[in-house]
């Protein structure tokens, strides 16, 4: 029997028309909406013109297709509707995995946000007056408290980029900018420093060599154009051997000496000292600011633990003419990340920095994340005893080893948290088709593979996740 032509094959098709007036498509009108429907109807239509032409779809297979288009454009408009933005599970050890979304809010953030969310807020409203407010107002009392200094004052932009980019205009527009060669870094995302200030409307004032900046060759340049002294933390890197740099107090008597401003970009910018946690080589923002420094920016959701943010912290008069710069209003963040971050920053009021996810994951301790990981590691080892029972014999195998977790985010790129690990393998799976089948659970499991083994690091998973690991993997085996 003669296989029918592909004309005949595009005449068996119903139209939208028909489709959308059958009984199996009537009830998800009613729930998702004519349009959505419309469009999934469409591409399922569509995806089965593309078989017939390319010929992958014959009568027999067609009919089958068309038996199943109501489920078909029902699975369409579940992946087209569902969030294309997920939870996901951060089994990587890396605390401030900018890809993941960095730093985790304290659930008094997200409960702040929620409450400010949902209704009207006094976001620029003084209730005391009844007339109009500042936004700013909300967080620069709390920075003062956190920071224990009244002279200072704070201001608000939607990341540290931005804070930059609205410090170098509003204190170097049409000036010079006098920093270290070994500074001009590139941060991820390509935020290169030269870059910024280009648009800052500064001048780049190179000094010094790539490994060895001496406070002379500061000195030597500062000339009647030059606006302001800059230091840059590197962030992701470090240079070591033969270097040098001046000290900020060396820094600061030269800004003093020659009446210039000397501002800092830390970048991540922590406000407790973390060598409390035994993290090594990161200044805190009260380190810098009680050497001197007049202006210090920073993000709010690295080492801080809130939203993302730029925050300027400072000399009240420098910020006072930040925050009259037009740029404030362009970059200025709205209410939920005021509500976040007023929240986080009351933490650090308390002194409760365990309510802060980013710095409890700091704290843990080895031990403590080795008892997580042989309780996961016991119930993984129940599954597979339960499948040799069976006459299954056992796909997965676990380890548990040493290894590190890091702070992530560009902050201390040379200090590593010694941590346990899960080692898992799977007989019939590569370590990267098991991590790509973790990957694809619901939720996400995002892991990293060494030494042909996946590794999960409890570190950054939150205890309440641990069932879903153990549960994902004992669907994968």
Do not use: W
């Not at 923002?285 to 801080?304: C, E, I, N, P, W």
């Not at 996961?376 to 599954?383: D, E, F, G, K, S």
């Not at 941590?419 to 694809?440: E, F, G």
Request: glycine content about 10%; overall charge neutral; aromatic content about 2%.
């Amino acid at each position: 029997m003669k296989a029918p032509a592909r004309s005949e094959l595009y005449r068996e098709l119903p139209s939208v028309d028909e489709l959308l007036r059958t009984e199996a498509i009537a009830s998800l009108l009613t729930v998702h909406g004519a349009v959505a429907v419309t469009d999934a109807a469409r591409a399922v239509l569509g995806r089965l013109r593309d078989e017939i032409a390319s010929g992958s779809l014959d009568e027999r297979g067609l009919r089958l297709a068309l038996g199943g288009l109501a489920n078909a454009i029902e699975g369409h408009l579940r992946q087209s509707l569902a969030y294309s933005l997920r939870a996901v599970i951060n089994a990587t050890g890396v605390i401030l995995h900018t890809n993941l979304g960095r730093a985790p809010l304290a659930a008094a953030a997200l409960d702040h946000i929620v409450e400010i969310g949902s209704g009207y807020s006094n976001l620029e409203f003084d209730l005391e007056s009844g007339e109009r407010g500042k936004r700013d107002v909300h967080v620069d009392r709390l920075f003062r408290k956190a920071l224990g200094n009244d002279g200072i004052s704070a201001i608000v932009v939607n990341n540290n980029a931005a804070a930059v980019l609205l410090a170098l205009n509003t204190l170097a527009e049409g000036g010079e900018v006098i920093v270290s060669r070994g500074e001009l870094v590139e941060i991820g995302g390509s935020f290169r420093i030269p870059d910024v200030m280009a648009k800052s409307g500064a001048i780049l004032h190179e000094v010094g060599t790539t490994n060895r900046t001496r406070i002379a060759d500061y000195e030597n340049a500062i000339h009647e154009r030059t606006r302001l002294l800059l230091r840059v933390h590197r962030s992701n890197f470090e240079i070591s051997g033969f270097t040098e740099q001046p000290s900020t107090a060396e820094l600061v008597n030269l800004a003093q000496t020659r009446g210039l401003p000397l501002m800092e970009d830390l970048g991540s910018g922590a406000l407790v000292d973390l060598q409390t946690f035994g993290i090594h080589g990161e200044a805190s923002v009260l380190d810098s600011l009680r050497a001197g420094v007049d202006v210090v920016t920073y993000s709010g959701d690295k080492l801080l633990g809130g939203p993302q943010a730029g925050l300027i912290t400072g000399r009240a008069d420098l910020v006072a003419r930040m925050r009259s710069n037009s740029l404030f209003r362009a970059l200025r963040v709205d209410k939920l990340s005021y509500a976040a971050l007023e929240s986080t920053l009351l933490a650090y009021v308390k002194g409760d920095h365990n309510a802060i996810p980013a710095l409890r994951m700091m704290r843990v301790s080895k031990q403590e994340i080795g008892t997580r990981a042989q309780v996961l590691a016991n119930r993984l080892a129940q599954i597979s005893q339960t499948q040799a029972g069976s006459r299954q014999p056992s796909k997965m195998k676990v380890e548990i080893i040493d290894g590190e977790s890091v702070i992530g985010g560009g902050a201390a790129p040379s200090s590593v948290i010694p941590t346990r690990l899960l080692a898992v393998s799977c007989a019939d799976l590569t370590a990267d088709a098991l991590c790509t089948r973790l990957r694809n659970s619901d939720p996400p499991i995002i892991a990293r593979v060494e030494d042909g083994r996946v590794l999960l690091d409890m570190r950054t998973v939150a205890p309440e996740q641990d069932g879903l690991i153990a549960a994902a993997l004992q669907r994968i085996a």
